[in-house]
């Protein structure tokens, strides 16, 4: 059995290659041109200047929903020119086919995708259908931008300095785009771009792109992308120099009733090595202003994930932290400053060029004398190398290394992580699938410290259909990762197919799916398995019905609490076995009330019943205020001693957008399962481009209806020079 697990990703990797060979770009007879200016832009959004009269056109656009073999009802037009300084985008989108009020959330940069009439751009400046930029506006002029990785994938915690104006009325929305050269990262002498224009339009149901793109992938998708023609190679960026300093105030008040305050100070350098690496450095830095996570409900029996939300880590993200799977990880940043203040860090990432990308991260943080933690360096080191037409071949060394011996410190002198991944992407999108091999070091542990991994999937208009395996032994252990389980194998299949009724219909598509997984021990018997089977409707105004039955089976591998309050734990080795069925419900994103609700009923462990709701429900005053709540609420019902539990877990949130530029937002959240409660509000004014101002006061407690016993008041000031 170890050995059979072992050999399946062999096999695997020799099917992926099977299917590897060159060929032309789909779209590449979707060119267009793009001229040098000398006139001045005006960014106004009216399109006034001559130079889009003479300007290449990108229209014609392709319908990809509701339907993906016809052209767009709503009619488009885009062009772009550049200057020494600036690559200029012009955006006319008509309302010829369906009139009516935009759909908005909010000024709130980065909106959401499928709930704003909006507009996405999406440049590949390497010409490799893998990597590059992503930029967006909806109609009110909020603004979105990304980086692009594996071809479709964006990563919207990437900020820099660009510019925008828009303008609307019943006929059509105008906008005009100036984004500075030294924003992006490119290859100085290439004059081939790829190049994606897409259009969301929610009150056509209408999504639409400049070159056609099959409905089941993302319409900026690279492998279908067109060529933006340069009649000259983009301009040289020059030296590009960013320094970023910060001042912050904080006042605490702990449950001591000992009020501290402190005044911090920090940078951030950024300078560009080539016109495509960059180097960041930062020196003290500081997250009183990042997001904080939503609460949950925990009844599961192993560590949870929340996503990082600190700056410095999000910037290229996909070169450091996105190796492996979801729960497969080697490089977790949050492990980073949990115990010990940073206090500093370099990182080197991007393009070296069309086929090399390299990422560097080094990271040292303070010793902590009073609760035993040692200073510690966290090095990383990731390269990544283009093959064939989309693939990747890549590798990833991490390192954890404790600096100095405190009496009580109990932390390994070092933990480290080598790993290699293929991963495998068709030219047509169609394919795609990872080969993976992690191996640990650490002082004290010997002998079973590796991970294999594969999976494979095919996804065409019709027909979604995956295999995932996983061996992740014993003694294999990644201090600075995200891998909650080990010892185990591990085989998960997925198959769904879907309906296209005709046009007539109100459902956009419908079908089945059903999906399996299963654990073993490396005794070869099974521990855990699940098999869902379930059906979904798709409408055409983007409303989704879904309705599942799910069968699980569990031999409890620890003790483990059924419900984490401490009652008492269920033994070990003990085996539990219950159906459950699920119904949920998200409702169309044109209405200025939106809501999303699931249900779910059945059995739990050691014989136990479980009811879960949850529901999350929103109202827009667009594009000025959103207001919205979340709640959840799971009943148990067990044996002695546990009883009847039921847990609450309620949230609401309120977001000011007054501009583009100033932002209040407020989140309440209360988890009666941890008997906590906590609120957080946060001010924002981007004074400047990628300069701001913000105001964030934090409280929680134990004790819901006594006054803030635990809170701190931040305020936080930078400012974005250009040297």
Same mark, same amino acid.
């Given at each position: 059995?170890?050995?059979?697990?072992?050999?399946?990703?062999?096999?695997?990797?020799?099917?992926?290659?099977?299917?590897?060979?060159?060929?032309?770009?789909?779209?590449?007879?979707?060119?267009?041109?793009?001229?040098?200016?000398?006139?001045?832009?005006?960014?106004?959004?009216?399109?006034?200047?001559?130079?889009?009269?003479?300007?290449?056109?990108?229209?014609?656009?392709?319908?990809?929903?509701?339907?993906?073999?016809?052209?767009?009802?709503?009619?488009?037009?885009?062009?772009?020119?550049?200057? $020494?300084?600036?690559?200029?985008?012009?955006?006319?989108?008509?309302?010829?086919?369906? %009139?009516?009020?935009?759909?908005?959330?909010?000024?709130?940069?980065?909106?959401?995708?499928?709930?704003?009439?909006?507009?996405?751009?999406?440049?590949?400046?390497?010409?490799?259908?893998?990597?590059?930029?992503?930029?967006?506006?909806?109609?009110?002029?909020?603004?979105?931008?990304?980086? @692009?990785?594996?071809?479709?994938?964006?990563?919207?915690?990437?900020?820099?300095?660009?510019?925008?104006?828009?303008?609307?009325?019943?006929?059509?929305?105008?906008?005009?785009?100036?984004?500075?050269?030294?924003?992006?990262?490119?290859?100085?002498?290439?004059?081939?771009?790829?190049?994606?224009?897409?259009? @969301?339009?929610?009150?056509?149901?209408?999504?639409?792109?400049?070159?056609?793109?099959?409905? &089941?992938?993302?319409?900026?998708?690279?492998?279908?992308?067109?060529?933006?023609?340069? $009649?000259?190679?983009?301009?040289?960026?020059?030296?590009?120099?960013?320094?970023?300093?910060?001042?912050?105030?904080?006042?605490?008040?702990?449950?001591?009733?000992?009020?501290?305050? /402190?005044?911090?100070?920090?940078?951030?350098?950024? +300078?560009?090595?080539?016109?495509?690496?960059?180097? $960041?450095?930062?020196?003290?830095?500081?997250?009183?202003?990042?997001?904080?996570?939503?609460?949950?409900?925990? +009844?599961?029996?192993?560590?949870?994930?929340?996503?990082?939300?600190?700056?410095?880590?999000?910037?290229?993200?996909?070169?450091?932290?996105?190796?492996?799977?979801?729960?497969?990880?080697?490089?977790?940043?949050?492990?980073?400053?949990?115990?010990?203040?940073?206090?500093?860090?370099?990182?080197?990432?991007?393009?070296?060029?069309?086929?090399?990308?390299?990422?560097?991260?080094?990271?040292?943080?303070?010793?902590?004398?009073?609760?035993?933690?040692?200073?510690?360096?966290?090095? +990383?080191?990731?390269? /990544?190398?283009?093959?064939?037409?989309?693939?990747?071949?890549?590798?990833?060394?991490?390192?954890?290394?404790?600096?100095?011996?405190?009496?009580?410190?109990?932390?390994?002198?070092?933990?480290?992580?080598?790993?290699?991944?293929?991963?495998?992407?068709?030219?047509?999108?169609?394919?795609?699938?990872?080969?993976?091999?992690?191996?640990?070091?650490?002082?004290?542990?010997?002998?079973?410290?590796?991970?294999?991994?594969?999976?494979?999937?095919?996804?065409?208009?019709?027909?979604?259909?995956?295999?995932?395996?996983?061996?992740?032994?014993?003694?294999?252990?990644?201090?600075?990762?995200?891998?909650?389980?080990?010892?185990?194998?591990?085989?998960?299949?997925?198959?769904?197919?879907?309906?296209?009724?005709? &046009?007539?219909?109100?459902?956009?598509?419908?079908?089945?799916?059903?999906?399996?997984?299963?654990?073993?021990?490396?005794?070869?018997?099974?521990?855990?398995?699940?098999?869902?089977?379930?059906?979904? @409707?798709?409408?055409?105004?983007?409303?989704?019905?879904? @309705?599942?039955?799910?069968?699980?089976?569990?031999?409890?591998?620890?003790?483990?609490?059924?419900?984490?309050?401490?009652?008492?734990?269920?033994?070990? +080795?003990?085996?539990?076995?219950?159906?459950?069925? %699920?119904?949920?419900?998200?409702?169309?994103?044109?209405?200025?009330?939106?809501?999303?609700?699931?249900?779910?009923?059945?059995?739990?462990? /050691?014989?136990?019943?479980?009811?879960?709701?949850?529901?999350?429900?929103?109202?827009?005053?667009?594009?000025?205020?959103?207001?919205?709540?979340?709640?959840?609420?799971?009943?148990?019902?067990?044996?002695?001693?546990?009883?009847?539990?039921?847990?609450?877990?309620?949230?609401?949130?309120?977001?000011?957008?007054?501009?583009?530029?100033?932002?209040?937002?407020?989140?309440?959240?209360?988890?009666? &399962?941890?008997?906590?409660?906590?609120?957080?509000?946060?001010?924002?004014?981007?004074?400047?481009?990628?300069?701001?101002?913000?105001?964030?006061?934090?409280?929680?407690?134990?004790?819901?209806?006594?006054?803030?016993?635990?809170?701190?008041?931040?305020? %936080?000031?930078?400012?974005?020079?250009?040297?």
């Amino acid at each position: 059995m170890y050995f059979y697990f072992k050999i399946i990703p062999t096999v695997l990797f020799i099917f992926f290659t099977s299917f590897n060979a060159k060929s032309q770009k789909i779209n590449e007879d979707y060119v267009l041109k793009i001229k040098k200016t000398d006139q001045k832009i005006v960014l106004d959004g009216q399109l006034n200047e001559n130079v889009w009269e003479m300007a290449d056109v990108a229209d014609n656009f392709s319908m990809i929903l509701p339907l993906d073999d016809q052209k767009a009802k709503q009619f488009s037009e885009i062009r772009m020119t550049y200057d $020494d300084d600036n690559l200029y985008i012009s955006v006319i989108f008509f309302n010829n086919n369906v %009139k009516g009020d935009y759909v908005v959330e909010s000024y709130n940069r980065d909106f959401s995708f499928g709930k704003n009439d909006n507009f996405i751009v999406a440049m590949d400046p390497f010409n490799n259908m893998s990597t590059g930029f992503a930029f967006g506006l909806n109609t009110y002029g909020a603004q979105w931008d990304g980086t @692009l990785f594996n071809g479709r994938n964006v990563d919207l915690n990437w900020d820099t300095k660009w510019y925008s104006e828009v303008s609307f009325d019943e006929e059509k929305w105008t906008a005009e785009i100036a984004i500075p050269f030294k924003s992006i990262r490119y290859k100085d002498d290439l004059t081939q771009w790829g190049i994606s224009f897409s259009r @969301l339009d929610l009150k056509a149901n209408e999504k639409s792109g400049w070159t056609p793109v099959p409905r &089941q992938f993302p319409s900026i998708t690279m492998a279908y992308s067109g060529v933006l023609d340069w $009649d000259t190679p983009p301009p040289d960026q020059g030296a590009n120099i960013s320094f970023i300093p910060y001042l912050s105030g904080e006042i605490e008040s702990p449950q001591t009733g000992i009020k501290k305050s /402190q005044l911090n100070a920090g940078a951030d350098v950024k +300078l560009n090595l080539t016109s495509s690496l960059n180097l $960041d450095i930062t020196l003290n830095p500081d997250f009183s202003q990042a997001e904080v996570d939503q609460q949950v409900t925990n +009844l599961d029996r192993f560590e949870l994930f929340f996503p990082e939300r600190r700056q410095f880590f999000l910037e290229n993200a996909d070169l450091f932290a996105n190796f492996g799977y979801t729960k497969i990880r080697p490089f977790f940043s949050r492990r980073i400053g949990l115990n010990n203040p940073i206090v500093g860090g370099i990182r080197l990432s991007g393009n070296i060029d069309e086929k090399w990308r390299v990422g560097l991260l080094d990271i040292q943080t303070h010793e902590d004398k009073k609760n035993g933690f040692d200073a510690e360096n966290f090095g +990383l080191f990731s390269l /990544q190398r283009k093959v064939l037409d989309r693939s990747s071949v890549g590798m990833i060394f991490v390192n954890k290394q404790s600096l100095g011996k405190l009496e009580n410190s109990s932390d390994a002198d070092y933990n480290r992580n080598l790993g290699l991944e293929y991963n495998y992407f068709s030219s047509d999108n169609f394919w795609n699938g990872k080969l993976m091999y992690l191996k640990s070091f650490s002082p004290r542990v010997k002998g079973d410290d590796a991970i294999f991994a594969s999976n494979l999937t095919y996804s065409d208009n019709h027909f979604l259909g995956s295999l995932q395996t996983e061996y992740i032994g014993e003694n294999y252990t990644a201090e600075v990762g995200y891998v909650p389980r080990t010892q185990y194998f591990k085989f998960e299949t997925e198959f769904s197919y879907l309906f296209f009724p005709n &046009q007539d219909s109100k459902i956009q598509s419908h079908g089945p799916w059903v999906g399996a997984i299963q654990y073993y021990n490396f005794d070869g018997n099974p521990i855990d398995s699940g098999t869902e089977i379930g059906y979904e @409707l798709n409408f055409k105004n983007r409303s989704e019905i879904k @309705l599942s039955f799910e069968n699980q089976h569990i031999v409890l591998q620890n003790d483990f609490d059924p419900i984490r309050t401490g009652i008492q734990s269920l033994k070990a +080795l003990t085996e539990h076995q219950w159906n459950t069925v %699920k119904l949920e419900y998200n409702s169309k994103p044109q209405s200025r009330f939106t809501y999303t609700f699931e249900s779910a009923y059945g059995g739990y462990l /050691q014989n136990g019943k479980r009811w879960l709701f949850f529901s999350q429900m929103g109202y827009r005053f667009q594009p000025y205020v959103e207001l919205n709540s979340l709640i959840s609420y799971n009943y148990i019902s067990l044996q002695d001693p546990w009883g009847n539990n039921g847990f609450w877990l309620l949230g609401a949130k309120s977001n000011f957008t007054f501009t583009r530029n100033i932002f209040f937002s407020n989140l309440y959240q209360y988890n009666e &399962q941890q008997k906590l409660w906590n609120f957080n509000s946060r001010f924002q004014w981007r004074y400047k481009p990628a300069s701001d101002i913000f105001l964030v006061f934090n409280s929680s407690d134990t004790r819901m209806l006594e006054p803030n016993r635990n809170w701190n008041l931040t305020l %936080k000031i930078n400012y974005w020079i250009n040297l």
